[in-house]
């Protein structure tokens, strides 16, 4: 069985974050394990207070899992200040983990800082590098190129600079465009549109998060990573387009569902 490692911050409600990501991981059929970053007191209304786990026992978690059952592929989520990340990276090379999938957690979908703001820095210097991808919302590859995106041409743009800064693929997300929810792949040279109509669903809690850890799920199996992303776009789609329907603010998705590879 392929095995999928998350090291992310957590979600007491379930819908984004260490949580998702295993649930993600159990619908593919794989073995998920979770290293923690970060514990966080959120649910659908909001994000409340949080606290970091120190750096040297997230290595420590890291170590753990490598040494142990080595994963075929790592997510990566909130990784939240620059001691943590240094220590994912080290921890990460050292092990020459492989299939990294990054999704840049920088400000929650109510609006909230989920890192601190020295850890952009970090993030580019020590994570890029090491990552196979990068998927920022527009909001984050925003933050990291220093222009707005609002347009598919900026899009483009902005995949094409992230993808100098890091040396790898990068997913620029859609989902906050006017009109639809189509997300731009830059991998090898190569642009790939991936469309997709906009589902009338408030409840997107955790869609970052679900459709990261889902590529590195397919990833892990051998998939391209073209074919990673195209399956993984259409599983998060058939997620939201469920349904759920949970909690006083945005809910979380519902993650065992049917879907067309």
């Given amino acids: 069985m392929e095995t999928v490692l998350s ?6 409600t379930g819908g984004a ?3 998702a990501d295993l649930k993600t991981f159990e619908a593919h059929g794989l073995y998920g394990m979770a290293v923690i970053t970060v514990v966080i007191a959120q649910n659908t209304t909001g ?3 949080m606290q970091a786990v120190p750096a040297e026992l997230v290595a420590k978690q890291i170590d753990c899992v490598f040494e142990d059952i080595r994963p075929d592929a790592v997510k990566l989520g909130m990784l939240y200040d620059a001691d943590i990340i240094r220590a994912v990276a080290d921890r990460l090379r050292a092990h020459h983990a492989k299939n990294v999938v990054l999704d840049p957690v ?12 020295s850890a952009m820095h970090a993030l580019q210097e020590e994570i890029f590098p090491i990552c196979t991808l990068i998927t920022p919302n527009l909001h984050e590859a925003s933050a990291i190129c220093g222009y707005s995106i609002q347009k598919r041409a900026e899009m483009k743009q902005a995949a094409c600079d992230i993808a100098d800064q890091a040396g790898g693929a990068v997913l620029v ?3 906050h465009l006017a009109d639809c929810a189509d997300d731009l792949l830059y991998a090898g040279g190569q642009f790939y549109w991936l469309p997709a109509p906009r589902i009338d669903n408030p409840n997107t809690h955790g869609t970052g998060c679900t459709l990261s850890s889902s590529i590195a799920c397919w990833l892990a199996e051998g998939i391209s990573l073209p074919g990673s992303v195209k399956r993984a776009k259409r599983y998060l789609t058939a997620c939201i387009r469920y349904g759920l329907d949970l909690g006083h603010g945005s809910g979380p998705l519902q993650h065992k569902v049917e879907w067309a590879e």
Avoid: R
């Fill in 17 to 19: 974050g260490i949580q």
């Fill in 47 to 49: 994000v409340f207070d």
């Fill in 7 to 12: 090291i992310a911050g957590t979600d007491p």
């Fill in 106 to 117: 920088m400000i929650s979908s109510s609006g909230h800082l989920l890192s601190k703001a």
């Fill in 173 to 175: 997300k859609g989902g």
